[in-house]
């Protein structure tokens, strides 16, 4: 009734796809957005239980070194990273006064 038939059949239920493992890791990095985090369920059009089972391998393949964790540092502006870092360290923050400087490095290669 919503949207094509085709896109709610799930492609590795019918053979379409082949497995989900972390050995098919170039299978598996289509699944992956530009910043490398996992697409939603909607965009990948896979079962529930062939998506949990794709984010476990996927985040298997990320240990093993074969996909990327968020490449949040290499995208990210320095304003964002920076209050990003801030957010994360807010109670240490009074003490470490330091922390403007240690970005400062990250900010250089903002740039690809
Ligand atoms: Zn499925």
Known sequence: MNGTSA????????????PITYKNYEF?????????MIKSRKLTG??????????KNIKRARHLGLLPFTTISAKIRP??????????SAT?????????EHLGSAETESEQ
Do not use: M, N, W
Not at 28 to 36: D, K, N
Not at 79 to 88: C, G, I, T, V, W
């Open 28 to 36: 598996l990095s289509q699944f992956l957005t530009e910043r490398g």
């Open 7 to 18: 896109s709610k059949i799930c492609r590795v239920c019918t053979g379409e796809y082949p």
């Open 46 to 55: 896979l079962c529930s239980k062939h998506y949990r089972q794709l984010a």
């Open 79 to 88: 304003q964002e990273l920076k209050a990003l870092f801030e957010s994360s």
């Open 92 to 100: 240490k923050r009074k003490q470490e006064q330091s922390a403007d």
